[in-house]
């Protein structure tokens, strides 16, 4: 079967997206499929990243395109970029030939409607992984009016992308309810939450070494890692890092990129606080270290943004099987799998603007160190794994484009048990 992938990030670039498209796209190639993606030749966080244009890696043909890539700092520059590579895109689209299926992601927005289009005209049938919705996250934030007339349009052309979808995929069951909202026929709806990656384990040497590099040594670590995002607010956890200041064993970790990630480091600035380190995104292949290298992880989610944005980051937590803090609304995904863990003391909860409970948490936690991984988050983490999801996935994928292909039965090996991760849409479904 042929398959097209489209999304504005792709291996090599690290972002969350990027790294989910990527095991995707692996997993397809491997099950015999030809797997085509068109997607940027830019970083996508870091603009001065160029990427070749052809590429063919693991049976997968990349088609990167060139576009304005002003980095993500303002919201205009954001807009240019998505405009930009929505245009080269539609170009592109415009010489190639039909597929049986296309997936298209939500990066730039825009990019499932021409996906949509493309489908109607040259046929095939399309999966829309839904990562986020717009203009719902735009004007949660605030950057559009909800009554605009930019924000109905760009709910018009979404509705028509979901309307034209054969499969609709979503990350949890908030997402789901919201687009149910908008007319959509809850049937053709899966829950798929994102997969953690598989390397990631609790890693005692990759911890020592990395909190070695970065004087940590000796030190409680709260970590916000991945990307700092404008629609989750870091306010209650920065103004906790400054009710902490004087505890001089109590360091805040800020790892990754996005906008605020430039915030953290001015409040630092401005509030002169010693305790705080700001760090980029680090290499793939040092994650485990990385995510190991933390006493208590840090999972913010704003309180406009249920069911609009997901909080993908928790999956590569868990398997790690170290303690959390999550700051957000109780009735969110975050609620359910803290529910599912249970009152442990592993996964804790506060929500915006609780600064005394940040702190409160925060402290009851360096002084309760654990050194051993909690078999409980472990087995958890299970639910959410690569081997649990990812042929689920598939399943979805090739289920769309089943009628399209002609010879899928003669290329492809029997279709993947779509039962498999039942446990996992427990809590979305």
């Not at 039909?98 to 825009?110: E, F, K, M, Q, Y």
């Not at 930019?150 to 034209?164: D, E, Y």
Request: hydrophobic content about 40%; overall charge neutral.
């Amino acid at each position: 079967m042929k398959i097209l992938l489209l999304n504005q990030c792709f291996y090599p670039d690290i972002v969350a997206t990027a790294q989910q498209l990527t095991e995707a796209a692996r997993g397809l190639a491997e099950r015999g499929h030809e797997v085509t993606v068109i997607s940027s030749r830019h970083g996508y966080d870091d603009p001065r990243l160029r990427f070749p244009r052809r590429e063919r890696w693991k049976e997968i043909e990349i088609v990167r395109l060139r576009s304005i890539s002003l980095g993500k700092t303002r919201a205009w520059k954001r807009a240019l970029n998505f405009a930009s590579f929505t245009l080269a895109c539609g170009l592109r689209l415009a010489v190639t030939r039909r597929h049986d299926a296309v997936v298209a992601l939500t990066s730039p927005p825009l990019i499932s409607w021409l996906a949509s289009m493309f489908t109607r005209i040259k046929g095939g049938h399309l999966v829309f992984w839904v990562m986020d919705l717009n203009p719902d996250e735009a004007i949660a934030a605030g950057w559009l009016k909800a009554d605009s007339v930019m924000a109905k349009l760009l709910n018009t052309l979404l509705k028509s992308s979901m309307s034209r979808a054969d499969r609709i995929v979503v990350l949890d069951r908030f997402m789901k309810e919201r687009i149910v909202a908008k007319g959509i026929p809850e049937e053709k709806i899966a829950v798929i939450p994102p997969a953690s990656d598989e390397s990631v384990h609790y890693d005692k040497q990759g911890r020592e070494e990395f909190r070695t590099a970065h004087n940590l040594c000796g030190k409680f670590v709260v970590m916000h890692a991945g990307n700092h995002s404008p629609c989750h607010s870091l306010d209650t956890l920065l103004e906790g890092a400054m009710e902490l200041q004087e505890r001089d064993d109590i360091v805040f970790c800020f790892v990754g990129g996005g906008s605020e990630l430039c915030k953290v480091r001015s409040y630092a600035r401005a509030q002169q606080l010693e305790n705080i380190y700001c760090l980029p995104y680090q290499p793939q292949a040092k994650l485990a270290g990385l995510l190991s290298a933390t006493d208590l992880h840090v999972v913010v989610m704003g309180e406009a943004f249920r069911g609009i944005v997901h909080p993908s980051k928790i999956y590569n937590i868990l398997a790690t099987g170290l303690p959390f803090l999550y700051i957000g609304p109780d009735e969110s995904h975050m609620g359910d799998i803290i529910a599912r863990i249970g009152n442990n003391g592993l996964a804790m909860h506060a929500t915006k603007g609780d600064v005394s409970s940040v702190v409160r948490q925060i402290l009851n936690s360096a002084d309760s160190v654990r050194s051993e991984v909690a078999p409980e988050r472990t087995i958890l983490a299970q639910d959410f794994s690569r081997s649990t999801l990812l042929p689920r996935l598939i399943g979805e994928i090739e289920s769309a484009g089943w009628e399209s292909s002609a010879d899928f039965n003669l290329c492809v090996p029997a279709r993947i048990d779509s039962s498999v991760g039942d446990q996992a849409s427990t809590i979305t479904d």
